[in-house]
């Protein structure tokens, strides 16, 4: 495991590339019990880690925006904004952070620059993330991102326990708007374009 500068100075965000380097922090980082079930497919070799990079480097991406959270060089997680819907300026927002790396504010961080850039650049209006109940490390992403609690759907998510028993959970909805106040955390910066 790679120690990881945990000062909250450290980071920012920047594409995602599939050079041989991101290619392995993805599949380092998805190489635990909790990013496996966030994955579509298993992640366990270059081609899938290739193809889930794809996703959000490749032509015609435009519903989704997508930026590494790097620390010195290193992508230790990933931040998203999909699902954008230009009819009604709102999108769809998703984090990781490779197990090594958290801890630190780094989501809540990367979080919240990823709101910056969604209400700046890109002039949506609304942010919506939803996490189940039973994840307090996401609620506390989303707060510090400046995120409200919104409502709960029932037992929306099913998930097999480590027994194989299939278990509903619980999802909490929240939003941010952009007219909403700021993040609880300083944001993120971004890379200037042209880095790497
Ligand atoms: C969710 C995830 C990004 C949180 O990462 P993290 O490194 O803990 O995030 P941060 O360091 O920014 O901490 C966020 C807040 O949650 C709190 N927190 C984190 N884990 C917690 C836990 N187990 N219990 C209670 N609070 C917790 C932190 O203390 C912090 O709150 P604070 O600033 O008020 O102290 C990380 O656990 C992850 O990648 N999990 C797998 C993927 C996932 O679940 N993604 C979200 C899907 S909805």
Known sequence: M???DHSPTAGRLRPWTDSGQDLAAILEAFDSDDMAAQAGEPLGTE?????WVAQWIGP???GA?????????????HVMAG???????TAWVSYWVAPEARGTGLASRATAGLA???????GLFRLELAYRVNNPGSAGVARNAGFRIEGLERAKLRYLDEHGNAVRYDVQTCARLRSDGPALVPPLPRAPAGAA
């Open 60 to 62: 015609g991406n435009q």
């Open 116 to 122: 910056e850039h969604c209400f700046g650049s890109l």
């Open 2 to 4: 790679t120690t990881v």
């Open 47 to 51: 081609a899938a880690a290739r193809r």
């Open 65 to 77: 925006v997508a930026f590494a959270i790097d620390v010195a060089g290193r992508a230790v997680g």
């Open 83 to 89: 699902a954008i819907d230009r009819r009604h300026d």
